[in-house]
C-alpha cells in the first residue's frame, strides 16, 4: 500500500499488458464517491466504470484498503494552492484549517475514510509539512510543532463533522414531504433549547440554569449552532499562542 501512495507501482507482475493506472483506478473511486457517496465505492463497481472485471483491478491494487488510501492522500488540492506561509503562524495555520474545512464540506464522504488506520502519502504529508513550516519561527521545538498539527488535525474532523452533519439535516428538512411521504421529523436548534430551558433548575444543573437564564432562547441556539462560526478556531489557536508565550517568556 506505502509504495502505491509513493508512485512505486509494482512492476514485473505476469500477464497481458496493463492498460490501466493506480491513478485512474483512484480517480474513478473518487468520482463515484463524490456521485453517490463512499458506500459506492467497490472493487466491483470501480471495475464496472472501468469497463473491466474485479479481477484486473487485483493487477494494480491489492483491494478496496488500497483505494481508500489513495482517495484518503489525493482529496486535498495541491499544498501550492495556500501559498507560502509567510503572513506569521496564526494567519498561515488560519488559512491552512480553513482549506481543509472547506474541503471537508464539500467532499463529505471524507469523513467515512478510515483516516486513523491509512498510511499517510505524499500530499498529505506535505499539508502537515507546510503547517509545522508556518511555526518555523516560533520558539517550540519540531516534536511541539509536530504535536500542534495533531491537535489541529483532530479539532478539523470534530468540527467538518459537525458542520456535515448539520448541512444534512438541512437537506433532509428542505427535501421531506416533496415527493408526498410525511415530513422527516427534524432538530430545529430552538426548539431544543426550548426544551432543555423547560426542565432545568437550581437544585439540579445550577451552573446551565445560570448560563440558559442569561440569555433569551434564540441567542443560546446560535450559540449552540456555531458551524459557521470560527469561535473554535480561534480558541484553539489561542492555546497555541500561549504555548508560544510560555516557550518565548
Same mark, same amino acid.
Given at each position: ?27 474513478? *473511486?473518487?468520482?463515484?464517491?463524490? &456521485?453517490? $457517496? ?8 470501480? %471495475? #464496472?466504470? =472501468?469497463? +473491466? ?26 499544498? *501550492?494552492?495556500?501559498?507560502?506561509? &509567510?503572513? $506569521? ?8 484549517? %480553513? #482549506?481543509? =474545512?472547506? +474541503? ?26 507546510? *503547517? ?19 491537535? =489541529? ?97
Amino acid at each position: 500500500m506505502t509504495g502505491l501512495l509513493w508512485g512505486e507501482e509494482t512492476a514485473g507482475r505476469r500477464g497481458p499488458k496493463r492498460s490501466l493506472t493506480v491513478d485512474t483506478i483512484a480517480d474513478t *473511486a473518487t468520482r463515484l464517491a463524490d &456521485a453517490e $457517496g463512499l458506500s459506492a465505492v467497490s472493487m466491483s463497481r470501480i %471495475a #464496472a466504470e =472501468l469497463g +473491466v472485471t474485479s479481477m484486473a483491478l487485483y493487477r494494480y491494487v491489492s483491494g478496496k484498503d488500497d483505494v481508500l488510501a489513495l482517495m484518503a492522500d489525493r482529496v486535498l488540492p495541491n499544498v *501550492a494552492v495556500l501559498g507560502e506561509p &509567510a503572513d $506569521g503562524w496564526r494567519p498561515s495555520l488560519e488559512r491552512w484549517m %480553513a #482549506a481543509q =474545512l472547506d +474541503v471537508i464540506e464539500r467532499r463529505q464522504w471524507i469523513l467515512g475514510l478510515p483516516l486513523t488506520t491509512v498510511p499517510r502519502g505524499p500530499r498529505a504529508l506535505e499539508w502537515i509539512d507546510w *503547517a509545522m513550516g508556518s511555526l518555523e519561527d516560533t520558539p517550540i521545538d519540531p516534536g511541539e510543532r509536530l504535536a500542534v498539527v495533531g491537535l =489541529l488535525a483532530s479539532f478539523l474532523l470534530a468540527e467538518g463533522r459537525l458542520r456535515v452533519e448539520h448541512a444534512q439535516a438541512a437537506e433532509r428538512t428542505a427535501s421531506s414531504g416533496e415527493d408526498g411521504t410525511p415530513a422527516a421529523a427534524a432538530l430545529d436548534p430552538s426548539d431544543i433549547v426550548g426544551t432543555i430551558m423547560a426542565h432545568l433548575d437550581d437544585s439540579r444543573f445550577p451552573h446551565l440554569t445560570a448560563a440558559f437564564g442569561s440569555a433569551s432562547a434564540d441567542q443560546i441556539a446560535e450559540a449552540d449552532t456555531v458551524y459557521d462560526d470560527v469561535f473554535g478556531m480561534h480558541t484553539i489557536l489561542d492555546g497555541v499562542a500561549a504555548l508560544i508565550a510560555r516557550r518565548t517568556g
